[in-house]
């Protein structure tokens, strides 16, 4: 397995709070993903990073902000959360290309009341 | 509008029973797909990439193909452990883009 870990596994929380989403690899990885998974959805793209302190934006990325200060830790934040942020959110690492992929870790559940 | 569909969305099949999961697209420019398995509470796991048509990929019981418009995923003599949603996704310039999935059912 690729050595990725998120924290927490579950949460729920209330409506308007704030709520921080930790990925961490010890592959040295550049190339760090958060995606977000719904029912009757594929998997979403929320932002991504290629390097510390170099972040951009997915095709799902309002609501939420990144961040990168080391090469292993990838957070992401929901600055005021809200009931459709319910999901289960996904962290990745590797390149896209087609000679690579994205390897993904276990998940953390998230509800939102 | 690049998009993945997958089918069907659910499969029971008996063990031993082979079948085919379909995942065909629409893309302006495919440079590869991918299918994962995920089993319930997991991340998805990488399984195959294929890269162009013609191309033929296997592990153990599962085979992948790939056409221009669409891809299989071939599984012969299923077993329970089988049993996950196996997600396609397609590579299309600088982004992955998912099916929905198809959730296989194999019961002994």
């Known amino acids: 397995d690729a050595g990725i870990t998120q924290s927490p596994r579950h949460k729920v929380t209330e409506t308007g709070t704030p709520v921080t989403l930790r990925c961490h690899q010890t592959?040295?990885?550049?190339?760090m993903y958060w995606y977000r998974q719904d029912p009757g959805h594929g998997l979403r793209l929320i932002h991504y990073?290629?390097?510390?302190?170099?972040?951009d934006k997915g095709e799902v990325s309002d609501g939420y902000s990144v961040s990168r200060s080391k090469t292993e830790d990838f957070l992401l934040t929901l600055e005021s959360a809200t009931s459709s942020q319910t999901s289960v959110y996904f962290c990745?690492?590797?390149?896209?290309?087609?000679?690579?992929?994205?390897?993904f870790g276990p998940g953390t559940r998230l509800t939102v009341l | 509008e690049d998009q993945v569909t997958q089918s069907p969305e659910a499969l029971r099949l008996q063990e031993g029973e082979s079948s085919s999961l379909n995942c065909s697209y629409t893309?302006?420019?495919?440079?590869?797909l991918f299918w994962y398995r995920q089993d319930p509470g997991k991340g998805p796991e990488f399984l195959f990439t294929?890269?162009?048509a013609g191309e033929e990929k296997e592990k153990e019981r599962l085979k992948a193909t790939l056409t221009k418009k669409e891809s299989f995923l071939h599984i012969t003599a299923p077993k329970p452990e089988d049993s996950a949603t196996y997600l396609c996704?397609?590579?299309?310039?600088?982004?992955?883009?998912f099916g929905t999935g198809t959730r296989l059912q194999v019961f002994p």
């Open positions: 893309v302006s420019g495919l440079r590869g």
């Open positions: 990745a690492i590797g390149a896209i290309s087609s000679t690579d992929t994205q390897y």
């Open positions: 294929l890269y162009s």
């Open positions: 592959e040295n990885h550049r190339y």
């Open positions: 996704a397609v590579l299309n310039t600088d982004k992955l883009i």
């Open positions: 990073s290629y390097g510390v302190k170099d972040t």
